[in-house]
Antibody, heavy 122, light 112 residues
Framework: QVQLVQSGAEVKKPGASVKVSCKASGYTFTSYDINWVRQATGQGLEWMGWMNPNSGNTGYAQKFQGRVTMTRNTSISTAYMELSSLRSEDTAVYYC???????????????WGKGTTVTVSS | DIVMTQTPLSLSVTPGQPASISCKSSQSLLHSDGKTYLYWYLQKPGQSPQLLIYEVSSRFSGVPDRFSGSGSGTDFTLKISRVEAEDVGVYYCMQGIHLPPAFGQGTKVEIK
């Protein structure tokens, strides 16, 4: 079945970077964009950006420009999201979600990973 | 950026009774292709969001027919015809036509 399996929880110090992975299975990896959405505890959903696994093209929300990098390794059907210069406000659950690439720039998030908790604390 | 506004922010419903959630967008979600790109998601407690409704009124695979979506332009509604215990969680609307995609604040549905 279609799955997005994310890496485990991370604890980082302020100023550090974190890299979260999202491994896809059950479908053709390059046919769906990977989006990243985060959710602080008890808060709503915040879109961070997208990546096309076929071309490697990316687009980031203005808020994260300069701090976020989305990449992929097509040989292992895995997408990555790296966030740098971490601060306490970045403490959140980070989700990857796929969207049909042929519908871009329309974004329909149809399958989500279970999320990766990132805690930023000194 | 588009702003999505949901009402109410919380809802307590007796099992078997209907429920309705409103979502308004600050700009039209109607595309030149004639489709309207408004989605509804349910985040059950401790889980990731799951797609319920796409393009205003189409149910995603496996979604029970007690869920229905309606609306056009900037005003949308999600209805649950008869709420069941498994429907508890937070419901989000999302627009996917204008970058960046935006979510409503969420509506928490609980059972009385």
């Amino acid at each position: 079945q279609v799955q997005l399996v994310q890496s485990g929880a991370e604890v980082k110090k302020p100023g550090a970077s974190v890299k979260v992975s999202c491994k896809a299975s059950g479908y053709t990896f390059t046919s769906y964009d990977i989006n990243w959405v985060r959710q602080a505890t008890g808060q709503g959903l915040e879109w961070m950006g997208w990546m096309n696994p076929n071309s490697g093209n990316t687009g980031y929300a203005q808020k994260f420009q300069g701090r976020v990098t989305m990449t992929r390794n097509t040989s292992i059907s895995t997408a990555y999201m790296e966030l740098s210069s971490l601060r306490s406000e970045d403490t959140a659950v980070y989700y990857c979600a796929r969207a049909p690439a042929w519908e871009w720039p329309i974004i329909r998030l149809d399958v989500w990973g279970k999320g990766t908790t990132v805690t930023v604390s000194s | 950026d588009i702003v999505m506004t949901q009402t109410p922010l919380s809802l307590s419903v007796t099992p078997g009774q209907p429920a309705s959630i409103s979502c308004k967008s600050s700009q039209s979600l109607l595309h030149s292709d004639g489709k309207t790109y408004l989605y509804w998601y349910l985040q059950k407690p401790g889980q990731s969001p799951q797609l319920l409704i796409y393009e205003v009124s189409s149910r995603f695979s496996g979604v029970p027919d007690r869920f229905s979506g309606s609306g056009s332009g900037t005003d949308f509604t999600l209805k649950i015809s008869r709420v069941e215990a498994e429907d508890v969680g937070v419901y989000y609307c999302m627009q996917g036509i204008h970058l960046p995609p935006a979510f409503g604040q969420g509506t928490k549905v609980e059972i009385k």
